[in-house]
């Protein structure tokens, strides 16, 4: 199975370059580092609408017994908890919803 991907690359102007393996060719070229975060915050919100478009419909499950009651436990406090620090994947960075 060949799974299909964005790769930045560098360019020997310094601007960056975005190759899709889908296509074996480059997407985006010239490219500032605003522009690349620009288009991936872009793509990642297609994602994650599409993943959650999915959970909701064709993927749906239910919440059952026991997540009633964390729910009901989440009313009583008056909010859901946090999930604090979450590593992304393997970069280095997390995210953290702890404030």
Do not use: C
């Not at 059952?64 to 009313?75: F, H, N, Q, V």
């Amino acid at each position: 199975m060949h799974f299909m991907s964005w790769r930045i690359d560098r360019q020997w102007n310094g601007r960056f370059a975005i190759h899709s393996s889908r296509i074996d060719d480059y997407i985006v070229i010239d490219a500032d580092e605003q522009q690349i975060e620009q288009i991936y915050a872009d793509k990642g919100v297609k994602v994650y609408l599409a993943s959650a478009r999915a959970q909701m419909t064709t993927r749906v499950t239910e919440t059952g017994e026991s997540g009633e009651a964390k729910i009901e436990d989440s009313r009583r406090r008056g909010a859901p908890p946090k999930e604090g620090a979450v590593p992304i994947g393997v970069t280095g960075f997390s995210t953290d919803d702890s404030e």
